[in-house]
């Protein structure tokens, strides 16, 4: 009975040592805290690292694919029309949940690094990473609005599909560098790293990014959220102290 027990447990770990990735990500970040200050106009994460292997490299290629995702939120897309000579908001859908900003780098064309079942299982592909269950029934195509959504937050740099961004050397070193842009939201950024051969996954690696606003930008975020009247109060007044510097500047000017 003993002797059973024990091929059985040997047969288990057996197992679970041929499940474990042959290939495993050592990740490196040139910083993992962005920080949003008043004069914030955007920063760049550098992503490098290298691939662990207990085996040798094998002939088949290996891909890289880096993607960062900031927190993510439901919004309603709105479709206008042109009526009677004025744009009007005609249809509207709702989009469950997109993230606030996604980038997705790789080491080749995306088709090629990855195969589509893959990006269904993984939600690699900006497409993908983007939840709309269903849609109301006057809408014939729903679509139309997360391809909106992609386009207006790609014109903003908020969606980036950075392909052949990411070097691969040796089999064994990548790196790529992504840009941030100004108008990021805070929280956490996910940030994942796929190795892939043949466009299929073999290991996954994941961590993230802090991006929080520091100074007089955190003191005016947590003031309109803790005191909304006191907010308003104070950027009304605010923007009265700027009307009436403004007016008396140009007084002096045209006295002078």
């Given amino acids: 009975m003993r002797v059973l027990c024990s091929l059985l447990l040997l047969c288990l770990s057996f197992a679970a040592h041929a499940q474990q990735p ?3 990500v050592v990740l490196g970040l040139s910083q993992n805290r962005v920080s949003i200050t008043a ?3 955007g920063s760049e994460i550098l992503i490098f690292g290298a691939i662990k ?26 479709r206008k029309d042109k009526r009677f000579g004025i744009w009007v908001n005609t249809d509207a859908n709702q989009i469950d949940s997109a993230p606030s900003y996604y980038a997705v780098a790789t080491s080749g064309p995306f088709n090629d690094v990855l195969r589509h079942t893959e990006d269904l299982r993984h939600k690699v592909s900006i497409a993908r990473a983007i939840r709309s269950v269903g849609a109301p029934a006057e809408i014939g195509d729903s679509r139309a609005f997360t391809r909106a959504l992609i386009r207006i937050r790609q014109d903003n740099s908020l969606f980036q599909l950075l392909e ?6 040796q089999q064994t070193l990548f ?13 956490p950024y996910e ?20 991006v929080y606003k520091v ?11 803790s005191q909304p009247l006191i907010y308003g109060l104070l950027s009304l007044a605010i923007a009265i102290a700027a009307g009436w510097g403004a007016s008396a500047a140009f007084r002096m000017l045209r006295q002078g």
Wanted: glycine residues 8%.
């Fill in 164 to 169: 052949g961004a990411v070097e691969v050397d």
């Fill in 191 to 210: 940030t994942r790293i796929f190795l892939t051969r043949g466009g299929h996954v073999i290991s996954q690696f994941e961590t993230e990014i802090d």
């Fill in 22 to 24: 042959r290939e495993e």
């Fill in 215 to 225: 100074g007089l930008e955190r003191f005016l975020y947590n003031l309109s959220r």
């Fill in 53 to 78: 292997r207990e085996t040798a490299i094998p002939k088949q290629p290996l891909e890289v694919i880096v993607t960062i995702a900031g927190p993510s939120e439901p919004l309603i897309v709105r």
């Fill in 175 to 187: 790196r790529t560098s992504i840009a941030l842009p100004a108008n990021l939201t805070e929280g």
């Fill in 39 to 41: 004069d914030f106009d």
